[in-house]
């Protein structure tokens, strides 16, 4: 009987600690909106400007102008009527028509009773007589953006720096009501990045694997080119875990050239929850441009089906930090796609991203194993997240040997995402230790000597 009650009793205190971890981060978000807030109101006026560039505020279009100083070239994030294809009917086409051909910031959102996903504009029968609040910052603009229809408030912030243009977000300071709606990710400034798919002499760079060139031109023989790149990690986003998104998610930056200009994104802060957006050839509206999509939730798992809605995603809770890109205008020799790998360079070395660390040349190649990974599970209806193997030490040592046998050359030996947090970011090193799933200390001693006796030192994150 005293067995049964002991088990009993820590059957009880483990689900109770479940459902507490998996809820720890919920009281830290806060669902509320106010709709009644008195929107601040600005002039048009030079907002900031130094030696190189000069950021302007249009409050006709509400939208922000950058100008190059050294070449007169603009670029702004609202359209003109000379940028619209005017049917003259009044449509979306129509330089006078109310749409997100002329919206300065979109919102995704999912509707919290049918699931369903869907997009309001700034310009939209969602923003209520434009409900957009303009404040003056140090050397900027911070714009709130009103959604009352769907109870959603956006917040971004434009900041002119030496050399470029800072926009970003606070997911802390976003509002949502989140019971009818839940916000999925924002897009500011859609058009910022725009050309004339008439232009020949212009191109749109994307950092799709080792990157890509993407042809502006709309031709007769084929398609609209429109895809994404990129985009949220669910292992990153979750807010159910102790991580958030970090510098670890790879290039994230993208480009377009038009002429001797260019303007080249980087995804500076919180990277992983930038989604690269492509529309090229688009003749609804003459043009081809590049947006990033700002993820701040995630879906921790998918709960059933709805005919209606397809798979049904559970929302995480939204992120709550900040999340910046950088726009750098290039002129010049520089307004080409070897311009903007300077560009992305000089970045990575001005913050510390390039380490100092002497590289192996020795091998024409490097084989790099990965760990593992943090994935999100549902038990008994509660989040639970647990690493998730998928190399260990003695196969990332059959590995290497294998390369080095059939190809003939010793690689250059890497592992990563070993820690106790596999490749998910979090602590360093996942706390300075090896999760013990991969293997013993033994495996991993290994592993160093197979590498020390193919002459390579093995490399760890």
């Not at 600690?17 to 109101?41: H, L, P, Q, R």
């Not at 890509?212 to 990153?236: E, I, P």
């Not at 991580?243 to 377009?256: H, Q, V």
Request: hydrophobic content about 35%; charged content about 25%.
């Amino acid at each position: 009987m005293f067995a049964k009650r002991t088990v009993s009793v820590l059957l009880a205190v483990v689900l109770c600690i479940a459902c507490f971890s998996g809820c720890k981060n919920k009281a830290d978000v806060k669902y509320e909106y106010n709709g009644n807030v008195k929107i601040k109101t600005l002039d048009s006026c030079v907002l900031a400007e130094n030696d190189n560039l000069r950021l302007s505020w249009n409050n006709d279009k509400k939208g922000i102008a950058l100008l190059v100083k050294s070449t007169g070239k603009v670029w702004k994030n609202y359209r003109d009527a000379e940028d619209l294809k005017s049917t003259g009917d009044g449509t979306a086409n129509d330089a006078k028509g109310d749409s997100q051909y002329v919206s300065t910031l979109d919102v995704y959102y999912q509707s919290q009773n049918t699931f369903l996903w869907d997009l309001a504009s700034s310009n939209s029968e969602n923003m209520r007589n434009k409900r957009i609040s303009a404040e003056k910052v140090k050397n900027g603009i911070k714009l709130t953006y009103y959604f009352d229809k769907i109870k959603i408030s956006v917040p971004v912030t434009y900041v002119l720096r030496k050399d470029s243009l800072s926009m970003s977000l606070d997911g802390r300071e976003i509002g949502e009501d989140g019971t009818e709606n839940r916000l999925i990710s924002v897009v500011p400034s859609r058009y910022l990045m725009t050309v004339d798919m008439k232009e020949p002499d212009a191109y749109i760079f994307v950092s799709d694997g080792i990157g890509a060139l993407v042809d502006t031109q709309y031709h007769a023989s084929g398609t609209k080119k429109d895809f994404s790149v990129g985009g949220g990690n669910a292992a990153l986003l979750s807010t159910s875990s102790d991580s958030d998104p970090s510098d670890s998610a790879g290039m994230r930056a993208y480009g377009i050239k038009v002429k001797d200009e260019a303007l080249f994104c980087i995804a500076e802060q919180n990277p992983a929850s930038l989604l690269m957006r492509v529309n090229a050839g688009d003749i609804s509206s003459d043009s081809s441009k590049i947006y990033g999509d700002i993820f701040v939730t995630d879906s921790d798992y998918t709960m059933g089906k709805a005919s209606n809605a397809g798979e049904v995603r559970i929302l995480s809770d939204r992120m709550q930090s900040v999340i910046s890109v950088g726009f750098y205008p290039l002129s010049g020799e520089d307004a080409n796609y070897v311009g903007m790998a300077k560009c992305y360079q000089n970045y990575l070395k001005k913050n510390g991203y390039i380490s100092n660390q002497k590289r192996d040349f020795s091998s024409p190649y490097a084989v790099t194993a990965l760990g593992g990974v943090m994935v999100t599970e549902s038990i008994l209806g509660v989040p639970k997240r647990s690493l998730k193997v998928a190399t260990t030490f003695n196969e990332a040592k059959d590995l290497f040997s294998s390369f080095s046998k059939d190809i003939g050359e010793k690689p250059v030996t890497r592992i990563k995402g070993f820690g106790e947090s596999g490749l998910n970011p979090g602590k360093v090193g996942g706390g300075f230790n090896f999760a013990s799933s991969f293997g013993s200390d033994g495996d991993f001693s290994n592993l160093q000597e197979s590498c020390k006796n193919m002459g390579k030192t093995l490399y760890t994150d």
